[in-house]
C-alpha cells in the first residue's frame, strides 16, 4: 500500500476504494489493525456515558444504573457489534459470487471496515446518553456508511456500478435485519433482568 | 385464430384504477403528515372534531390501505391475470363496476368516518351499510378474477394468480366474519361477539388483512411484474409454490399475536407467537426469490429506474418481515407493545414494501399502457431517493421513540410506582415525532413528484390495445388434436 490511511479512506473514499480493490496491496493488512478500536471504542463510550450522565430517554430524569449492569451492558453491546460487523464481512463475501464479484475475504474485510468507521466517530455521541441527541447524530453517520458502502462497494470488487448497487441494497436489507435484533436482543436481556430495572 | 384478432385486454379499466389509487395515495398521505403535525400541535384540530386525532386516524390507514393499496391491486390484478390466462376479463362490466363501487365506498366511508360513524374495530372501521357494500363489491372482484382463471387458454395457472386468489378468499373470508354484526341505526351498530372472542375475531381479522392484503395480495404483484421488469423467469417457481401454500397455512394463525398479556389464553398467545416465528421461513423464501431474480437483470438498472423501487422493496420487506415475528415474541412484546416501535414497524412494511412495489409496478406500466415513455427519468431517481430517506428516517425515529416509551412505561422507583406520568412521556417524544414529520414530508413529496410524473406521461394518450398472443400448443387448454398414427406408430397427416 502507497499512502493510503485511514483518514484518507474517508477524505478520498474512491482511490481508497480502488487501493483496496488491489488483492496485492497491503490496505487490508493495516485496516485489520483498526478493528479492535471499532468494535472496543463504542462500548467504552457506552460505559463512561452511562456513568458519567445516566441514560436520558427524554424524561426530566436521568436513569442511573449500578456498575455491574453497565458493564454488562457495554460488554454485550461489544458482542453485537462483533457479530455484526464480522457477519457482514462474511455475508458480503458469499453474497460476492451472485453479484459477479471474485475477491478474497480480506478485500471485503478491508471494505466494510472502512463503510463501518464513520459509526466509530458517531459513537463518540455515546459519552452523552441522550436517546435522541444520539438518534441525530445516528443519522448523519448513517447517510455517510451508506454512501461509502454505494460508492465504494463497485469500486473495491471491481464490478459494475448496477450490480454493486444491487449488492449494496441486499446488505442494507442485512444491517436493517442486524439492527432490529440489535434492539429486539436488548428488549429480551432487560426482560431477564440485566439492564435498566423494568416492571415485567 | 379469430380470437387474437378480435380479442382485446381490458386495460382501460387497470389505468382508471391506477389513477384512483395515485388519488388515494396523495389523499391519505396528506391526512397521515397532518396526523404526524398533530402529535406536535395538537391544537391544530382547531376544536373540530372531524379533525380531531380520533376521526382522522382510520381515514388514514383505511385511504391507504383500501383506497391506494386494493386500487393498486385490483389493477395490477386485472392486468395480470388477463395476460397469465391469454383472454381478456371476464365480465368486463362487472370489472368497471368493481371499480367505480369501489371508489365510492372509499369516499362515502372516508367521509362517514370524519362523521364519526365507527364500529371501532382497527381496520374495519367502517359500520354496516358499507360491510355489506365492501362483501358485495368484493364478490364481483372475485367473480370477474377466477372467472377469467376459468376461462383461460393455458393451463398452467401462474403462481402470482395463486397469490392474488388468496387475497380475494382470505379477505372476503375475514371481512364477512368480523363484521357480522346487529345494526342499530344506519350508522351504528353492535359486534355479534362480546369479549375476548370479538377481540380474538377482530385480531383474526386485522392480522391477516395485513397477511393476505398487504403482504400476500403485493406478492402476487411482485411474483408477476418482476420477472417481466427484469426480464427473467422467476428464480425459483418451485420456491415460489411452496412459499405460497405454507404462507398461508402459517399466517393464518398468528393474530392472537396482536393480545399478548390479555384476558384471552394464553396457549392461545403462545400458539400464535411460534406461528409468527413459523411466518419468517415462506416469508423469507418470497423474499430471497425476489432478490436472486433481479440480481441477474443488474444491466437494466442502467436504463430502469422502476427496478429500483422493487430493489429497496425487497429489503424493506425482509426488514418487516423479520421484525414481526420478533415483536410477536412475548418478552419483546412486553416492551414494544403499546409503544411507537409497532409504528415503526408497521411503516417499514406500508412504505418500505407496499408503496415501494407499487411505486416501481406503475412506474413500468404506465408507460406500457399508454405506448409513451416515462415523462421524466430523473424525476423518478430522485423520487427513489427522497422514498428511501423518508422511509429510513421514519423507521429509526420511531424506532427510537418506542425503545424510549417501553422503558419509560416500565420504569419503577424504589417503592416500585412508576417512575414517569403518561403526559410527562408523550411530552418527551415531541423531538422524535418532529422527525417523523419530517420523514412524512419527505416521503409525500416523492409521492407528489411521481403523481405528476405520470401524469404527464399519460396526459392526452390513449390506452395501447393488446390482444392475446397465442398460447404454445404443449401448454394449450383443448389443443388441437394429435395426428392419428398407424400401427407402427408413424403419425399420418391430416
Same mark, same amino acid.
Given at each position: ?62 436513569? +442511573? &444504573? ?33 453479484? !459477479? ?19 466509530? $466517530? ?11 441527541? @444520539? ?66 | ?13 387497470? $389505468? ?8 388515494? /395515495? ?22 373540530? +372534531? ?26 395490477? %390484478? ?37 362523521? *364519526? ?33 376459468? @376461462? ?31 345494526? /342499530? ?20 381479522? !386485522? ?12 406478492? *402476487? ?19 415460489? /409454490? ?63 429506474? %422502476? ?10 420487506? *425482509? &426488514? ?25 414497524? /408497521? ?7 407496499? %408503496? ?68 410527562? $412521556? ?15 414530508? $419527505?416521503?409525500?413529496? *416523492? ?5 405528476? @410524473? ?23 387448454? @383443448? ?16
Amino acid at each position: 500500500m502507497t499512502q493510503l490511511t485511514l483518514i484518507n479512506a474517508l477524505l478520498k473514499p474512491h482511490l481508497a476504494f480502488k487501493e483496496i480493490a488491489q488483492v496485492d496491496s497491503n490496505a487490508a493488512k493495516i485496516l485489520q489493525k483498526i478493528v479492535p478500536l471499532l468494535l472496543l471504542a463504542p462500548p467504552i463510550f457506552v460505559w463512561l456515558g452511562s456513568g458519567l450522565f445516566g441514560w436520558r430517554m427524554g424524561a426530566d430524569e436521568a436513569l +442511573f &444504573l449500578d456498575n455491574t449492569s453497565r458493564v454488562i451492558i457495554s460488554f454485550c453491546y461489544f458482542i453485537a457489534l462483533s457479530l455484526g460487523f464480522f457477519s457482514t464481512v462474511f455475508i458480503a463475501h458469499w453474497m460476492g459470487v451472485t453479484y !459477479g464479484a471474485d475477491k478474497p475475504l480480506k478485500v471485503y474485510f478491508a471494505l466494510i471496515t472502512v463503510v463501518y468507521f464513520p459509526f466509530l $466517530i458517531g459513537s463518540i455521541a455515546h459519552i452523552y446518553p441522550n436517546a435522541f441527541f @444520539n438518534l441525530l447524530v445516528l443519522l448523519l453517520t448513517l447517510i455517510w456508511c451508506m454512501t461509502l458502502l454505494y460508492k465504494g462497494l463497485p469500486v473495491a470488487l471491481e464490478i459494475p456500478p448496477e450490480r454493486g448497487m444491487l449488492m449494496s441494497s441486499s446488505l442494507v436489507a442485512w444491517l436493517l435485519v442486524g439492527a432490529v435484533s440489535l434492539l429486539g436482543i436488548s428488549v429480551g436481556l432487560w426482560t431477564i433482568g440485566i439492564g435498566p430495572a423494568i416492571a415485567v | 385464430m379469430s380470437q387474437n384478432t378480435k380479442e382485446i385486454y381490458h386495460d382501460h379499466i387497470v $389505468i382508471r384504477l391506477i389513477q384512483f389509487s395515485l388519488f388515494w /395515495v396523495i389523499v391519505a398521505m396528506a391526512v397521515g403528515v397532518y396526523l404526524a403535525a398533530e402529535f406536535i400541535w395538537p391544537e391544530i384540530d382547531f376544536g373540530q +372534531f372531524w379533525l380531531s386525532f380520533g376521526r382522522i386516524r382510520p381515514l388514514h390507514t383505511n385511504g391507504i390501505i383500501f383506497g391506494f393499496g386494493v386500487s393498486a391491486l385490483m389493477a395490477t %390484478a386485472f392486468y395480470s391475470v388477463q395476460r397469465t390466462s391469454h383472454v381478456p376479463l371476464f365480465m368486463p362490466r362487472l370489472a368497471w363496476f368493481c371499480c367505480y363501487a369501489w371508489q365510492l365506498i372509499i369516499l362515502l366511508g372516508g367521509l362517514s368516518l370524519l362523521a *364519526g360513524w365507527t364500529s371501532s374495530k382497527e381496520y374495519a372501521e367502517l359500520e354496516w351499510p358499507f360491510d355489506i357494500a365492501i362483501a358485495i363489491v368484493w364478490v364481483c372482484f372475485g367473480v370477474v378474477f377466477f372467472g377469467t382463471i376459468a @376461462n383461460r387458454r393455458i393451463r398452467p395457472i401462474y403462481v402470482s394468480n395463486w397469490f392474488y386468489g388468496g387475497l380475494i378468499i382470505v379477505i372476503a373470508m375475514l371481512h364477512i366474519v368480523n363484521n357480522l354484526a346487529i345494526p /342499530v341505526t344506519i350508522g351504528k351498530s353492535y359486534s355479534l361477539y362480546a369479549g375476548a372472542q370479538d377481540a380474538i375475531v377482530q385480531w383474526w381479522y !386485522g392480522h391477516n388483512a395485513v397477511g393476505f392484503l398487504l403482504t400476500g395480495g403485493f406478492l *402476487g404483484m411482485m411474483y408477476y411484474f418482476l420477472p417481466k421488469q427484469s426480464g427473467q423467469p422467476i428464480w425459483s417457481y418451485r420456491l415460489s /409454490v411452496v412459499s405460497f401454500w405454507a404462507f398461508t397455512y402459517s399466517y393464518i394463525w398468528a393474530g392472537p399475536h396482536h393480545l399478548h398479556f390479555s384476558a384471552i389464553p394464553e396457549w392461545v398467545q403462545s400458539l400464535a407467537m411460534v406461528m409468527s416465528l413459523v411466518l419468517l421461513a415462506p416469508s423469507w423464501a418470497s423474499m430471497i426469490n425476489g432478490i436472486m431474480t433481479v440480481s441477474k437483470a443488474w444491466e437494466r438498472l442502467r436504463t430502469d429506474p %422502476a427496478l429500483k423501487f422493487v430493489v429497496m422493496s425487497l429489503a424493506f420487506y *425482509g &426488514l418487516a418481515t423479520f421484525e414481526g415475528p420478533m415483536m410477536a415474541i412475548r418478552s419483546v412484546n412486553v416492551v414494544s407493545h403499546f409503544t411507537d416501535w409497532t409504528i415503526g414497524h /408497521v411503516h417499514s412494511g406500508a412504505l418500505g414494501w407496499n %408503496a415501494m412495489i407499487t411505486y416501481g409496478t406503475f412506474y413500468y406500466l404506465v408507460p406500457k399502457l399508454v405506448g409513451r415513455e416515462l415523462y421524466s427519468t430523473k424525476m423518478a431517481n430522485l423520487h427513489f431517493w427522497l422514498a428511501l430517506a423518508g422511509t429510513m428516517l421514519y423507521v429509526l425515529s420511531m424506532w427510537a421513540a418506542g425503545v424510549s416509551q417501553g422503558l419509560l412505561w416500565l420504569s419503577i422507583d424504589e417503592y416500585g410506582q412508576l417512575s414517569f406520568s403518561f403526559r410527562e $412521556i408523550m411530552a418527551a417524544m415531541s423531538s422524535y415525532y418532529g422527525l417523523r414529520l419530517i420523514a412524512g414530508l $419527505i416521503f409525500f413529496a *416523492g409521492t407528489i413528484l411521481m403523481t405528476w @410524473n405520470l401524469f404527464m406521461t399519460m396526459r392526452g394518450q390513449k390506452t395501447v390495445e393488446v390482444t392475446p398472443p397465442p398460447v404454445a400448443e404443449k401448454y394449450r387448454i @383443448n389443443p388441437s388434436p394429435k395426428p392419428a398414427a398407424d400401427h407402427t406408430g408413424t403419425e399420418v397427416p391430416a
